[in-house]
């Protein structure tokens, strides 16, 4: 009997890899406004090739069909067991067995795969059941694909509105250019914050700081209250009024700003200004990735985007043991090695661009106030959230000691991208919000003790160019700018609200 090209496909598991790349696919289709497609392609080829090892092993013991059944069988109350389980849970962070209804899960889903896989093992014929397993995979991968494919189609015309983040390119006729470190801590509260929710006075790191002759803003406010809009708009020198714009405020396509991060300003006129630019990895985001680096430190071509790393594992991952290896462990690995790296940098050739986001103190909270090993997956948790922040206080210091030991020509950026902000009413915010959102950290350190004015993040690099590289930029007024994660475009001037809180603040205390 002569057997159709179409029968033999329809009768081989193809069904197996395809539910492989479900959760990635899905969490990529909920999350495309936020993610790139080339994110995804190294997991989607990591989830194949793991798939295809256990169903190589798995059909030689027990035959082709009956192992890609099985295999697709154990993904999908996978998939269920870490969806329902966060759905259900009030903690995403705790164990899968810490209540009553999780464990009942747990329970059911075992028990419908052991009743699954001895039904395939017993079942003789499986022809059938393979064709209908790869209809229904055919189809909700193909759903997926649409969906994904439709988006692209409707915001191919967004990124027409990059053309207004250029910004003219200067050359510094400055012979003898200062190395610029740019170290941000993600997360770390402003003074105000700390005072306000913590009852913390950071006024030693402050003193410390100052010591280093660093200049200290004493309430500095972020222009935007998230890091998707901050650092596009530090490394960019801009604001992002054009892209609602021209996108509307009911937009979600935060490629468009992200992609900026890769194109960025700062780096353009550092490399017009023959600077040779570095990046580190810190465990966040797109800054380290920029194609205008020359060398990219604590980074490999096996690496994850953090937040699908994250997000993939809370859902897919529901054994909280296993969770933290997948995820914490990766993160302290890219911290150390960043630390070392800022630490021991070689400066062989100068001038030198040094970029380093650090997921610091931004949770998971995996260091004490010392330095010592933790694991505290709570975001809410502020006591572990301010031990961290102590120690990255005192991290900061270390590092900013061992650069200014290697070279007196440098500048020293120390920022943090926002505030702390897990007990945010995004929807309906006060000031004391606004003041969670905003409030941050800016150090800045000029070769000479020259003098500096920074007039918020917006304007912190036109501010460097212009007192160390004799640069002439324009400064913008300082405006903090809100919005919910929900709706990024959807902005709201808060800067006076935010100017009357300090005044009522400052008479209270």
Known sequence: ?????????????????????????????MNIHE?????????????????????????????????????SLLIMCLINLGNISLFISEDPNESITSSLEQQVLVIVLLILSVLGIIYFIKTKTLDDKTSIANVISITMIGFLVFNISTFAIMTSDDESSLEFSMVPIQISDIENKPDIYFIILDEY???????????????????????????????????????????????????????????GNDSKNINVVQKMINKNNVMKILKANNYKITTLDGAVGRTATTTLADDRLCTNIFDINPDIRKNFALVYVPIVGL????????IRDKLECSFEALTNFQNAENPNFVVAHLRFPHSPYIYDSVGNSVSVNDVGDKNAYLEQLKFSSKKAIKIIDKIQERSSNIVIILISDHGYRHYINWTDPVPEDYIRGFNNLVAVYLPNENEIEVNGPVNLFRSVFNSSLNMDYEILDNRQIWYSPERPFDHKDVTNIIKDYQKIFSNET
Not at 63 to 69: A, D, H, M, T, Y
Not at 210 to 230: A, I
């Open 1 to 29: 009997m002569v057997i159709s090209l179409r029968d033999r496909i329809f009768k081989f598991p193809i069904h197996t890899f395809l539910f492989s790349l479900f959760p990635l696919m899905f969490f990529f289709q």
């Open 323 to 330: 969770r933290d290896f997948v995820f914490e462990e990766i």
């Open 35 to 71: 993610l790139f497609f080339e994110d995804v392609v190294f997991p989607l080829f990591l989830s194949i090739l793991v798939t295809f090892v256990f169903w190589i092993i798995l059909q030689r013991l027990i035959g082709s069909k009956r192992s890609g059944l099985i295999i």
């Open 189 to 247: 509260a402003g003074f105000l914050q700390l005072e306000n929710d913590f009852g913390y006075d950071n006024e030693e790191f402050r003193i410390e700081l100052e010591k280093r002759k660093f200049s200290v803003v004493e309430n500095s406010f972020s222009n935007y209250p998230n890091t998707s809009l901050s650092i596009p708009s530090i490394m960019n020198m801009i604001y992002f009024d054009f892209i609602p714009e021209h996108l």
